[in-house]
């Protein structure tokens, strides 16, 4: 039986974990994406998301879409980049559990009791100390530094303080606990979360997933090593920043930035340059337009300092999202076929794995979800309730199309 257990390839032992992340995760956008049908026409009355229906969505999206897919993403990539074996599953499902139920305390928290908040978000600190545990160990146990370790560590380091900066204010919400300097914590929460946990990540697994996706022969560097520090340092001067009122800091960061995007921009289109594969990559050239655009919009809204807040609908609903779904559309079909054709005799008859899924088709319907959320963005920014909720529509409707496409690879 033993002997059994360690023919299963490591990203085959975990595939009811990973999936369950997925599958969490999926479910929580939907959710959050109708929900923000209704709640759009009060967000553009009080023009501002800093009230409980905009702190419901942006944890739905970030804490509980774009995470719990991320980190079943990343157990599986962890193991692939390093030929190893996850430091342990068992960890893994108690992780899932007490994520999964501080998340949901969390969100209801914002419109039942907000002291849910602080008991919800001890069982996420709960989950994310065995997430990072789990990950760490998996690092420690192989013994290797490369730049996919580099990048993952800062990232982690990122996501604890992003949870520890939101329990501080969850104990100001909840408790009346008076927070020093609330307006420094909430946005070094932002920071953290957004730019130093999630972008970070998108980063560092775009240098794996981008060439593998490809099928190219550039491979990452030593400049790999100063884009993840740059940026990272970048992040870090923003959320000093905050807390010391230094603007030159913050200018430098946003320096590091542009520079580090910059250099990643440059990098990916080497990826693209060197493309030896002829087959079709699907919905990963969207994912990979994205980056040279996301990079375009944030010189923009730094150079003219206005449309911050429309800007974070961009960065979550369309780079966070748009990436995420892309990288689904590889990663699940080739996570599922060697798990659905295990033997030489089910491979002979086996599909292809690109014809699992109508790459163009999926392709056309996840560029129809950022028109929506184009649509959206501009009714937030000229106050157009209507033009906003049609956006809103347009993109739920595409994303419950494209999800369903996804769902359609367990038919084989």
């Excluded at 730019?195 to 099928?215: D, E, N, Q, R």
């Excluded at 190219?216 to 560097?221: A, C, L, N, P």
Aim: with cysteine; proline share 2%; aromatic share 20%.
């Amino acid at each position: 039986m033993n002997t059994t257990k360690r023919k299963v390839p490591p990203h085959l032992h975990i595939l009811k974990l990973s999936f369950s992340f997925f599958a969490s995760g999926m479910l929580l956008f939907l959710i959050g994406m109708v929900a923000a049908i209704w709640f759009i026409p009060d967000l553009i009355q009080f023009e501002s998301f800093r009230n409980s229906m905009g702190w419901f969505l942006a944890h739905v999206f970030l804490l509980g879409w774009a995470t719990m897919v991320a980190m079943g993403a990343s157990y599986q990539i962890t193991q692939i980049v390093l030929v190893t074996s996850l430091y342990s599953r068992t960890i893994g499902y108690i992780h899932f559990f007490c994520y999964l139920v501080g998340f949901i305390g969390l969100v209801s928290g914002f419109f039942i009791n907000m002291k849910l908040i602080v008991l919800g978000g001890s069982f996420i600190v709960i989950g994310g100390f065995l997430y990072v545990f789990n990950l760490c160990m998996t690092f420690i146990r192989k013994r290797i530094w490369n730049v996919f370790v580099f990048g993952v560590t800062l990232s982690l380091t990122a996501f604890l303080m992003t949870i520890f900066l939101g329990i501080a204010m969850g104990l100001g919400y909840g408790y009346g606990v008076d927070v020093e300097k609330y307006e420094a914590v909430f946005k070094s929460h932002m920071w953290m979360g957004i730019a130093g946990w999630l972008s970070g990540l998108i980063i560092v697994y775009s240098f794996k997933l981008l060439p593998m996706f490809y099928v190219s022969t550039k491979k990452v560097t030593t400049s790999s090593y100063w884009i993840i520090g740059f940026y990272h340092i970048a992040v870090w001067l923003h959320v000093v920043s905050f807390w010391n009122s230094l603007n030159w800091l913050a200018n430098l960061g946003t320096f590091f930035i542009m520079g580090a995007i910059g250099w990643f921009v440059f990098y990916i289109f080497q990826v693209r340059k060197y493309r030896r594969g002829k087959l079709p990559i699907g919905t990963v050239r969207v994912a990979f337009y994205l980056i040279p655009i996301m990079y375009f919009l944030f010189l923009l809204s730094n150079i003219t300092d206005a449309f911050q807040e429309e800007f974070i609908i961009i960065l979550i609903l369309g780079w966070f999202s748009s990436s995420i779904l892309s990288y689904l559309y590889k990663i699940i079909p080739f996570l599922w076929w060697p798990y659905r054709y295990r033997t030489k005799e089910d491979r002979k008859t086996a599909v292809l794995l690109y014809e699992m899924l109508p790459g163009n088709r999926m392709t056309l319907e996840l560029c129809v979800y950022l028109l929506g959320i184009t649509v959206l963005v501009i009714g937030f920014v000229f106050k157009f309730t209507l033009v906003a909720v049609l956006g809103q529509i347009l993109a739920v409707s595409c994303v419950i199309i494209y999800i369903v496409e996804l769902l359609k690879v367990f038919r084989y």
